[in-house]
T-cell receptor, first 106, second 116 residues
């Protein structure tokens, strides 16, 4: 049973498009981390969100933590080929979702 | 900057063989972790060490043992490898954790292990 559900599982878009990926849980958690992983490498931390309703921006990436602290989203504006990778969310107890595999085509 | 270094990068074992995966970090981090990553499963925590001299079980510890050799090094041992342990293994480190997950983790590039 996956405690963190990520959707969609796969996403393929053209460069310049916008996208949103989701991370949902049936239980409340105190914080959530988002990572990006490229093939052959380990995950790299993008952001940690802690407060319900919190919004953090990292250049073209916008992260939101749900008011009820049971879900989070990652929105990418004007995607670039360099955004290609596996996006993982992880709860405060280091339980990971299965990830969204994003492919941005030129 | 090396960060977190894992050795070996690839390994093939036969069922029943034993092996130790090595991990070293040069960031003076107190806490270290071992994960496995399987298709469709995300990363699952095997063991962690909050500080030198302590180790604790994670989500999937069965079939594994760990040793926190010193502050820099944290090894993972498979005593009798099984095909179900075929996976990519990641080591990570972080600043001192007060509770699990309250510190950002820095990952190595993984060890790809196949057990025949």
């Amino acid at each position: 049973t996956q405690l963190l559900e990520q959707s969609p599982q796969f996403l393929s878009i053209q460069e310049g498009e916008n996208l949103t990926v989701y991370c949902n849980s049936s239980s409340v958690f105190s914080s959530l981390q988002w990572y990006r992983q490229e093939p052959g490498e380990g995950p790299v931390l993008l952001v940690t969100v802690v407060t319900g309703g919190e919004v953090k921006k990292l250049k073209r990436l916008t992260f939101q933590f749900g008011d009820a602290r049971k879900d989070s989203s990652l929105h990418i504006t004007a995607a670039q080929t360099g955004d290609t990778g596996l996006y993982l969310c992880a709860r405060n107890d280091m339980r990971f979702g299965a990830g969204t595999r994003l492919t941005v085509k030129p | 900057n090396a960060g977190v270094t894992q050795t070996p990068k690839f390994q093939v074992l036969k069922t029943g063989q034993s092996m130790t995966l090595q991990c070293a970090q040069d960031m003076n981090h107190n806490s270290m972790y071992w994960y496995r990553q399987d298709p469709g499963m995300g990363l699952r925590l095997i063991y962690y060490s909050a500080s030198e001299g302590t180790t604790d079980k994670g989500e999937v510890p069965n079939g594994y043992n760990v040793s926190r050799l010193n502050k820099r090094e944290f090894s993972l041992r498979l005593e009798s490898a099984a095909p179900s342990q075929t996976s990519v293994y990641f080591c990570a480190s972080s600043g001192r954790m007060r509770v699990l997950g309250n510190q950002p983790q820095h990952f190595g590039d993984g060890t790809r292990l196949s057990i025949l």
